[in-house]
């Protein structure tokens, strides 16, 4: 079997560069080790950004989206017992997070593929990646498909294989490990998060995300390599109230069953570069962020759509210039949202030094927020970066 491009992952930086591709006549095949029904039930994000729904229109991606997603233009800080109130969409010229769960938008886009004909191969698992530097890479699956491909993306996210193709050398991994964890938490609730709430507490950071009328995501922050289990539903439930509440009981809803609870190592990770010969690398394959400011779906999209751009010049038009430029300018985008995530995770936890003096630090952080929430360049500049308008 021969493609042009050859796809390895059906997650969102996968299935968006497919739909791009199959869009301009590119041909593409998509290789997806999970079920079509277990990747159309997991929940992971839920939160699209402004340029990325700009580009799922272009592309006509966005109909369902439009009409089921919930807009949110502000979100809170709550800090010293004061909730102030960052109205980001004021400050972005009116642009508008979307609150659309990743499943969701994962079945939007298996859906177009397979009414283009062209649906992915679920149940198939790429085994290796090799000849990606000759004439033609080939994609080899352990159900014993074999595919020539011109190139390979691999959207095969961060325990991914498409890497392991990668040279020994001129390939860097950039890591970082921050010092403390965050247990994420699925929980039913009573009424729904009216939007984003950040809490900034003696006792660690947590946050609410809306997720829906009876389900929302709270992150709570841990002490790094806690055990999961050192977290019963009751402890959970009880610490969210304290830091997200602090003192305004009214402003967290009730907390039910807890469907899921994971402890998350936060880490981030970075590869250098994003190309070699015929391989490139997209989405979680290519770098991994905490969920501090809900930018991993969002960069998966954005590289593929860069991805695609780059692979319709060359294959349509024979122009290389996009593809060889691909690497370095999804690796500035990368690194100007992980500095807006790292900056975010600095607001919202105080320093582990014994010799910080909380009531200083909350007190700073304090004023961060209202500024943030005063007109003026910082307000502008946060909330561009924060509703992910893609302006700089
Ligand atoms: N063969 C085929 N498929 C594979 C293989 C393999 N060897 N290895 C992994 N996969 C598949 C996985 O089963 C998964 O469906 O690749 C897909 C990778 O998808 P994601 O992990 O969702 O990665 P990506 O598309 O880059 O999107 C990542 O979305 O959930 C958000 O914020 C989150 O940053 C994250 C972003």
């Not at 997070?97 to 191969?121: C, I, M, N």
Request: positive net charge; contains cysteine.
């Amino acid at each position: 079997r021969r493609t042009q491009v050859g796809i390895v992952g059906a997650g969102p930086a996968g299935l968006a560069l497919a739909n791009a591709l199959t869009r301009q006549g590119v041909d593409c095949v998509v290789l997806e080790r999970a079920s079509r029904v277990r990747v159309e039930g997991r929940q992971r994000a839920g939160l699209v950004e402004d340029r990325t729904v700009r580009w799922l229109r272009s592309q006509g991606l966005a109909d369902r989206l439009l009409v089921e997603a919930t807009r949110h233009d502000w979100c809170d800080f709550r800090c010293l017992g004061h909730t102030v109130r960052v109205d980001y969409g004021a400050y972005s010229g009116g642009r508008q997070h979307y609150v659309y769960p990743q499943q969701s938008l994962v079945r939007d886009l298996v859906a177009t593929l397979e009414k283009a004909g062209s649906p992915p191969f679920f149940s198939h698992t790429v085994r290796a990646v090799t000849n990606i530097t000759g004439r033609r890479a080939r994609l080899e699956c352990e159900e014993g498909m074999e595919i020539e491909c011109d190139y390979v993306v691999g959207c095969d996210g961060f325990r991914g294989i498409s890497r392991a193709a990668l040279p020994a050398t001129g390939h860097r991994v950039h890591n970082r490990r921050y010092p403390y964890d965050w247990l994420t938490v699925l929980a039913e609730v009573d009424r729904p998060a009216e939007g984003v709430r950040y809490a900034v507490h003696r006792a660690g950071f947590a946050g609410m995300m809306p997720r829906g009328p009876r389900l929302s995501r709270f992150y709570l922050q841990c002490p790094p390599g806690e055990p999961v289990t050192a977290w019963p539903a009751r402890r959970i439930v009880a610490e969210l109230r304290t830091r997200l509440a602090d003192g305004d009981p009214a402003g967290v809803p009730a907390i039910g069953a807890l469907p899921e609870v994971r402890m998350l190592r936060m880490h981030s990770s970075v590869l250098t570069p994003l190309r070699h010969g015929r391989l490139l690398l997209a989405g979680d394959a290519a770098h991994v962020l905490t969920p501090s400011g809900a930018k991993g779906m969002n960069l998966a999209i954005a590289d593929a759509a860069a991805a695609a751009d780059a692979l319709v010049a060359r294959l349509r038009d024979g122009d290389e210039g996009p593809l060889a430029g691909y690497s370095a300018a999804r690796l500035a985008d990368v690194r100007r949202v992980l500095g807006f995530s790292e900056w975010l995770l600095a607001l919202l936890h105080l320093p582990a030094d014994p010799a910080a003096d909380p009531a200083k630090e909350l007190a700073e952080r304090l004023a961060t927020v209202r500024r943030l929430a005063t007109p003026g360049a910082r307000a502008r500049a946060f909330a561009h970066r924060y509703v992910g308008s893609g302006v700089r």
